[in-house]
């Protein structure tokens, strides 16, 4: 069942600006996965935090965990155009459930 | 990392024909494999979780008659769509997890995905 929801559903910046995405989810979790997508392909793993931790960054990437607004949010700094893709917040609970996917954020960066 | 491969990567068939997709971990043993199927523009909709050795577990709205999955080994599992219609057609998605946590205990790999398209 869908448990993410991601805002904006849509978002177009310009090459050099930021890129901030969030995502609300609905139950306790043990972790969030932030994933991205390109059009017609696979989902590439980006970054994994937990719920013990409140933010985390690599490279470009830094994404924060608020547990008590069940919330993340996702921030590319210095965008470029290869950036251009679908960003999914993924949610995981104890044990051995899978993977729920939000509803996906589509980021263009235009040159 | 862990490589999770997927065949075919594309496939076209006519309605009323069957499909299999094949997930397969290259590099580690999956005791446990999902199944995922994404619309266009829309997310990834979990269908099933396989377990090596066991009957498949289906999401709530998801026909096990139709969506049938085998979990033979550690390695493999497969999908196949009976009697495939034009609604069928989508992107199809399998993650595998790792046992004993791997190279990251709470990370699921996924394949590249299979296009499915039924005329």
């Known amino acids: 069942s869908q448990q993410g929801e991601e805002d904006p559903q849509a978002l177009s910046i310009q090459e050099g600006e930021n890129a901030t995405m969030n995502c609300s989810y609905k139950?306790?979790?043990?972790?969030l996965q932030w994933y991205r997508q390109n059009s017609g392909r696979g989902l590439v793993h980006l970054i994994l935090i937990r719920s013990n931790e409140r933010e985390k960054h690599s490279g470009r990437l830094r994404v924060t965990l608020d547990t008590s607004k069940k919330s993340s949010s996702l921030l590319i700094t210095a965008s470029r155009a290869a950036d251009t893709a679908s960003y999914f917040c993924?949610?995981?609970?104890?044990?051995?459930?899978?993977?729920?996917f939000g509803k996906g954020t589509r980021l263009s960066v235009i040159a | 990392g862990a490589v999770v491969s997927q065949h075919p990567s594309r496939v076209i068939c006519k309605s009323g024909t069957s499909v299999k997709i094949e997930c397969r971990s290259l590099?580690?043993?999956?005791?446990?494999m999902f199944w995922y199927r994404q619309f266009p523009k829309q997310s990834l909709m979990l269908m099933a979780t396989?377990?090596?050795?066991?009957?498949?577990?289906?999401e709530q709205g998801v026909e096990k008659d139709k969506f049938l999955i085998n979990h033979a080994s550690l390695t493999l599992s497969t999908l196949t769509v009976t009697s495939a219609h034009p609604e069928d057609s989508s992107f199809y998605i399998c993650?595998?997890?790792?046992?004993?946590?791997?190279?990251?205990?709470?990370?699921?790999?996924f394949g590249p995905g299979t296009r499915l398209t039924v005329l």
């Open positions: 139950t306790s979790i043990n972790n």
């Open positions: 993650s595998a997890r790792s046992r004993g946590g791997g190279s990251g205990t709470d990370t699921q790999y």
């Open positions: 590099d580690f043993q999956a005791t446990t």
């Open positions: 993924a949610t995981k609970n104890s044990g051995n459930t899978p993977l729920v």
């Open positions: 396989s377990n090596e050795g066991s009957k498949a577990t289906y």
